[in-house]
């Protein structure tokens, strides 16, 4: 049950568009599209941003949008505004009926 | 408005035990599998535990494995993780959360607040 792989930061200037990767194995985020993204601001408990790899919860901005190719998942985030500073982990389901999250990806707007 | 309250952190000692509670309100609780995650102080997410609708199916994490225990009572809308042979690394932020039993794959759609357990001697 080794962690999904994400890059520790990621940063973008207001307006940008930037992107997190998310990798794993055919175990996990290749063998399942059931991969789903959370923001976590300091302190708060993470929000659900996306699931099943694209689709938004009703509440969601639409900046936010998921894709995967292969084991590899990714969250974008387009027009970069400040309130999405924030650390970002994605989760998959894997094949030993069990979950799995990324180790977080910090953001930050420049 | 759904709501899950976490409640039974506190401070322990090593090898001692603790028993966490996940209340739910607001919603029907029956139709949702409840997830235990943990968040050590200044890392990542990590995923511990989960149980089925009927109490019936849980799946656990290697690292909690014969130690913690997950279970639920659905006349009091609750779920419990228990938590034994505790380790300092054991020491976390434990949130509680749903997923629908419709769309097992889903995600955690809502979390709780959380509660923290510290395990020092």
């Known amino acids: 049950q080794s962690a999904l792989t994400q890059p520790a930061s990621v940063s973008g200037s207001p307006g940008q568009s930037i992107t997190i990767s998310c990798t794993g194995t055919s175990s996990d985020v290749g063998g399942y599209n059931f991969v789903s993204w959370y923001q976590q601001h300091p302190g708060k408990a993470p929000k659900f941003m996306i699931y099943?790899?694209?689709n938004r919860p009703s509440g969601v901005s639409n900046r936010f949008s998921g894709s995967k190719s292969g084991n590899t998942a990714s969250l974008t985030i387009s027009g970069l505004q400040a309130e999405d500073e924030a650390d970002y982990y994605c989760?998959?389901?894997?094949?030993?009926?069990?979950?799995?999250f990324g180790g977080g990806t910090k953001v930050t707007v420049l | 408005e759904v709501q899950l309250v976490e409640s039974g952190g506190g401070l322990v000692q090593p090898g001692k035990s603790l028993r966490l509670s996940c209340a739910a309100s607001g919603f029907t609780f029956t139709t949702y599998w409840t997830h235990w995650v943990r968040q050590a102080p200044g890392k990542g997410l990590v995923w511990v535990s989960r149980?089925?609708?009927?109490?019936?199916?849980?799946n656990y994490a290697d690292s909690v494995k014969g130690r913690f225990t997950i279970s639920r009572d659905n006349a009091k809308n609750t779920v419990y993780l228990q938590l034994n042979s505790l380790t300092a690394e054991d020491t976390a932020v434990y949130y509680c959360g749903r997923v629908p039993m419709a769309a097992g794959g889903m995600g955690i759609d809502h979390w709780g607040q959380g509660t923290l357990v510290t395990v020092s001697s």
């Open positions: 149980i089925r609708n009927d109490g019936i199916e849980t």
């Open positions: 099943e790899v694209s």
């Open positions: 989760s998959s389901y894997t094949s030993s009926a069990t979950w799995v």
